[in-house]
């Protein structure tokens, strides 16, 4: 029990460190000079900057991102291009690329926020999901680097990242408060996740096969467009009929997806086109991509309308590559005036794979002296509750 000047009586007050607090009660006996030591030590903390330092390496992006106080200062990503020419990510292809990469995409997020590596305080890097060349080449960079360095090192979770990415700061871009409903839709996920803190997160439904970045890359591929398609198939839809063709939406649980019947249907009617006319796709590619990408994210917003029923959340987000698409942002942005929601969208630079968001959540979990032990292990397979 310490004295406060503010109310004149006795009440606790600590400093925001335990070593401190534990010092200054073995040295001070008189309360007004605790008081007072406290209030300084406690300016002296606030006023230090906490930098951190994420690396991203799950699938064929190398990132890397500083942030100061959960601001970015920097975010480098190197996209892949090799994987293009073979219609996917081609694993061992990824892994060595990350190798070439990494070096000099630290280096260029370091120097781009001006500061060096001694201005760190801790590395944080994707444990998984993922890739497993992939994970491990961030993996054992990020060990190597604290260890050299001496700061703590932090294990992050890729698909809490998507997440947390909406607890970035910057300007005109309000957090969401707890709890609020994560609809991750990404290259290889598509979850309904209920939030409740930062780090209680609870699934409410997923996909019982194909991710939606798969059904939009899977559809371009049909079509004879390269890979990752789905921002062509963005692109194209903007200029076609989303009504000109239907496809049948699948039937699973209220909160789960299913896109691999969609995909099959698709495939159908463009042989079934292509047979009777070969340039079926070549003449009609805006509205094919139009219905196709109607029909994915009228299958998305049903479930996010079951979920509010459900929960009776209001406060939704997206997250992951495919909350870059401009039909999935313009419902929901519709979403806040017919239904009273309130929707966060993400900046584009972190929809898709990005270091930002993992640093952000390295910064989360430092403030919660969450660290990793050195033996930490990369895993393919992590949940997002994990
Ligand atoms: P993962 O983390 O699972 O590798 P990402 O979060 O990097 O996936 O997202 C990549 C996925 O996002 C790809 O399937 C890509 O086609 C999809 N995507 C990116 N931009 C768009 C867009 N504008 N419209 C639809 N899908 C998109
Ligand atoms: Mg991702």
């Known amino acids: ?38 209030n300084f030590v406690n300016q002296i903390m606030d006023s230090k900057k906490i930098y951190i330092l994420g690396i991203e390496s799950s699938c064929d992006d190398t990132s890397a991102a500083v942030i100061c ?10 996209n892949q291009e090799i994987h293009a020419k073979y219609g996917g990510v081609v694993p061992e292809l990824a892994s060595r690329a990350h190798q070439q990469n990494i070096v000099p995409v630290v280096q260029q997020a370091i120097e781009q926020a001006g500061i060096t590596k001694e201005d760190l305080n801790a590395i944080c890097f994707t444990k998984g999901p993922g890739l497993m060349g992939s994970l491990l080449v961030g993996t054992s960079f990020a060990k190597s680097l604290a260890l050299g360095l001496q700061i703590p090192l932090i294990d992050v979770n890729h ?16 957090i969401p408060p707890f709890p609020f409903v994560c609809l991750t839709i990404s290259g290889g996920h598509t979850q309904i996740v209920k939030v409740s803190n930062h780090f209680e997160l609870e699934i409410l439904g997923e996909t019982i096969d194909d991710a939606v970045g798969e059904a939009f890359d899977k559809s371009a591929k049909i079509l004879g467009l390269p890979y990752p398609g789905g921002p062509l198939v963005d692109k194209y839809a ?20 299913s896109f691999s019947g ?6 159908y009617f463009m042989q079934k086109q292509v047979k009777e006319n070969p340039n079926f796709i070549e003449e009609n590619l805006n509205d094919i991509c139009a219905s196709i990408q109607h029909t994915i994210i009228e299958i998305l917003m049903d479930k996010l309308k079951n979920s509010v029923k459900q929960t009776g959340i209001k406060h939704i987000a997206i997250a992951g590559g495919v909350s870059a698409n401009s039909e999935i942002r313009k419902r929901l942005q519709l979403a806040q005036d017919h239904w009273g929601w309130t929707t966060y969208i993400p900046k584009f630079q972190y929809t898709t794979d990005n270091a930002a968001m993992i640093a952000i959540t390295g910064y989360l979990k430092y403030l919660n002296n969450d660290y990793a032990d050195i033996s930490v292990k990369a895993e393919a397979r992590l949940k997002v509750t994990e």
Do not use: C, W
């Open 159 to 174: 698909m809490q990242g998507h997440i947390l990415a909406h607890f970035i700061i910057e300007e005109n871009t309000p």
């Open 1 to 38: 029990m310490l004295f406060s000047e503010s109310n004149a009586k006795i009440v606790p007050f600590y400093t925001k460190n335990d070593k401190i607090n534990k010092l200054l009660n073995f040295s001070f006996k008189k309360e007004r000079d605790n008081f007072l030591i406290v």
């Open 69 to 78: 106080d959960g601001k970015v200062l920097s975010n480098i990503v190197a």
């Open 262 to 267: 969609l995909k099959t249907g698709i495939l």
């Open 238 to 257: 903007q200029l076609g009929n989303p009504k000109a063709y239907s496809f049948t939406k699948p039937k699973v649980g209220d909160l789960d997806f």
